[in-house]
């Protein structure tokens, strides 16, 4: 038999996936590490400790799926988007923890920056925010000693984790990263794809130590026997969300899914038009398979599935994330209820850190299921906040999304999502699409596929939640919806 691994180094674990030739999972593991907090909202991982999770996810799965080395034919990887690693080229030592994504040690700093923000936006697609990586690599060459010591003698590597962990795989061989990746850093300009000599100035980076950027779907190289203990071809690498993109098999301009979890993270396929949003999102690079470059809008909502996770930690009017649904379905509305999620101010495509949470609406009669249902209903409006600002931008009416994440097990939400959203919602079978999406690339390198509708075939829809309510009802609702969000940003 052959296989294929897949790595999917996350935010807080790290996770290898064996996937047989025709897409089924035949072995996984997950490992954990450690979230290193030196400051207040400063977020740092050991580069050691994700090396050292991947080396022993990759060993325990293979061991769980008697699946011998000699059986794997390639390996793809999905990664943490943003987060960014130093080290040195000789020994492979990081001279500094990972700074991770979720890192706002460069706000001030990008706040200094705002007049550049026009600039940087028409050449990345990216706001100007401390959440990519231009500032972070800037702030490692400026704080670390280590860093321009290393520079000097041209023995400097930086790289997202997807480079990194090439690049320790492969003893230094593959010095590389894909153009999902790239396209986070703040460095890259999508019109050219090319690292821009005029950003990397602005932020002080030498162009030099930057790696070299590929397609998704790529032969990468090998990993290296004496460290892995095997020889295989890296041949797919993704960033997580644009690999949750094509593992939902969204391979047309126009295709959008919404992965629901903590927060909820919102692509469209854009096709080969790098759109610029009006309307508060973000223009990335997509998963490239052919010539063409592939670009995708995206928006974030801070707040998803953490509002379930605060109704059952904070007010503990739930006993589990699953009982919500239950609950929700117990009455027959929130009764005038609306719930604003605003913990950490407003994602896309509002952009308001100053909003405040809220709840709105509130009788003598309002109990725990009026409060949980509009806690679900809110994560279903704020991701139609985001799909409105999509479809404003793009000029067409969007009639499908598709779905996946922990909170799309609640089928009340994808019900409401449909009525709200007008839009039919499709959950597939399989739902580790972020892993799929690596999966897929690599094969398509490897050559196990014809071509992208063959993909198609190999994930079938597991349920559709079509629209029922009728229009009058949606427009009273989202009337109430935007009342309650004006509340929250005090406008
Ligand atoms: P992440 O990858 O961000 O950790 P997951 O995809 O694992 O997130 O999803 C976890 C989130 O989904 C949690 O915030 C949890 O509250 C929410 N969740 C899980 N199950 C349900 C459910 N049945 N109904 C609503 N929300 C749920």
């Not at 919500?324 to 209820?337: D, M, P, Q």
Request: charge should be negative.
């Amino acid at each position: 038999m052959k296989y294929i691994l897949v790595i999917d180094q996350g935010t807080t674990s790290s996770r290898a996936i064996i996937f047989n030739t025709s897409g089924k999972v035949v072995g996984q593991a997950q490992q954990e590490f450690r979230q290193i907090y030196p400051h207040p909202s400063w977020v740092e991982h050991n580069p050691i400790d994700i090396l050292s999770s991947v080396r022993s996810v990759i060993s325990t799965a293979l061991t769980e799926a008697r699946v011998k080395h000699s059986e794997l034919i390639g390996m793809g990887i999905t990664n943490q988007r943003e987060t960014v690693v130093m080290w040195d080229k000789q020994t492979g030592e990081p001279i500094y923890n990972a700074i991770v994504w979720q890192c706002r040690r460069t706000m001030n700093r990008c706040v200094e920056l705002e007049k550049y923000k026009e600039e940087i936006i028409a050449r990345t697609g990216l706001k100007l925010d401390s959440y990519f990586s231009a500032s972070k690599i800037e702030w490692l060459l400026k704080n670390v000693p280590k860093a321009q010591e290393l520079l000097n003698s041209h023995r400097l590597l930086v790289g997202t984790i997807d480079t990194y962990l090439m690049w320790q795989l492969s003893g230094g061989k593959i010095y590389k990263t894909d153009y999902t990746n790239a396209s986070r850093t703040m460095l890259y300009n999508i019109h050219t794809l090319a690292w821009d000599s005029y950003l990397c100035k602005l932020f002080d980076i030498p162009m030099e130590i930057l790696p070299e950027v590929c397609p998704s779907s790529y032969n990468y190289g090998l990993t290296d026997k004496d460290i892995l203990g095997f020889e295989v071809s890296i041949s797919g690498v993704a960033g997580d969300q644009q690999s949750a993109l094509f593992g939902q098999c969204c391979f047309a301009k126009g295709d959008l899914k919404v992965t629901y979890g903590t927060g909820c993270f919102l692509l469209m396929n854009t096709g080969d038009e790098a759109l610029v949003s009006k309307n508060g999102l973000i223009t990335s690079l997509g998963c490239q398979t052919d010539k063409k470059p592939s670009y995708v809008l995206e928006g974030s909502v801070f707040v998803g599935g953490a509002v379930i996770q605060w109704l059952r930690d904070e007010l503990k009017i739930i006993a589990s994330a699953s009982e919500s649904e239950k609950l929700a379905r117990s009455v027959e509305s929130t009764n005038g209820v609306f719930l604003v999620p605003a913990f950490v101010g407003l994602g896309a495509p509002y952009w308001n850190f100053e909003a405040e949470g809220l709840i709105t609406g509130i009788t003598r009669g309002t109990n725990r299921a009026h409060i949980t249902r509009a806690a679900l209903e809110a994560i279903a409006f704020e991701v139609n906040d985001v799909v409105s600002a999509m479809k404003k931008d793009l000029g067409v009416d969007i009639l499908k999304i598709s779905v996946d994440g922990g909170a799309t097990e609640n089928n009340f939400l994808l019900e409401f999502q449909a009525d709200i959203t007008n839009a039919d919602i499709v959950r597939p079978k399989n739902k580790e699409v972020t892993a799929l999406g690596a999966f897929y690339l690599a094969a398509l390198n490897l050559n196990l596929f014809e071509n992208l509708e063959e993909i198609k075939l190999m994930n079938p829809i597991e349920r559709s939640f079509i629209p029922q309510m009728l229009c009058e009802d949606r427009d009273v609702k989202l009337e109430g919806w935007n009342k309650a969000i004006r509340k929250a940003s005090f406008k």
